[in-house]
């Protein structure tokens, strides 16, 4: 039982910033991995960037160099510098993270929050 709070989504003018926030909260161990995934109109969805327990992080090309990915271990929570933003970029925004429910876990579980949506206008 693993709930992810996303929070941050909203109307933003293309050039404009925004950031997202995730927090995950229930019966956690420890989070190896979070990250973020989108899903345009008509579109599969897709990887954004994620970030591992120790910090190294991955971006997808069309967001490298404007978004930037962090998180903050004791809060269990990711976030997503969003700038330069442009209209492609309009898309529901998910939270993901793989968790380890026990110190005895052998692999992590997938869990997803209910998503956020970004609208960048032109």
């Known amino acids: 039982q693993v709930q992810l709070v996303e929070s941050g989504g909203g109307l933003v003018q293309a050039g404009g910033s925004l950031r997202l926030s995730c927090a995950a909260s229930g019966s956690i161990f420890s989070i190896s991995t979070m990250g973020w995934y989108r899903q345009a109109p008509g579109e599969q969805r897709t990887l954004v960037a994620y970030i591992t327990s120790g910090g190294s992080t991955n971006y997808a090309d069309s967001v490298k160099g404007r978004f930037t990915i962090s998180r903050d271990n004791a809060k269990n929570t990711v976030y997503l510098q969003m700038n330069s933003l442009k209209p492609e970029d309009t898309a529901v925004y998910y939270c993901?993270?793989?968790?380890?429910?026990?110190?005895?876990?052998?692999?992590?579980?997938?869990?997803w929050g209910k998503g956020t949506l970004v609208t960048v206008s032109s």
């Open positions: 993901y993270a793989n968790v380890l429910l026990s110190s005895r876990a052998s692999y992590g579980v997938d869990y």
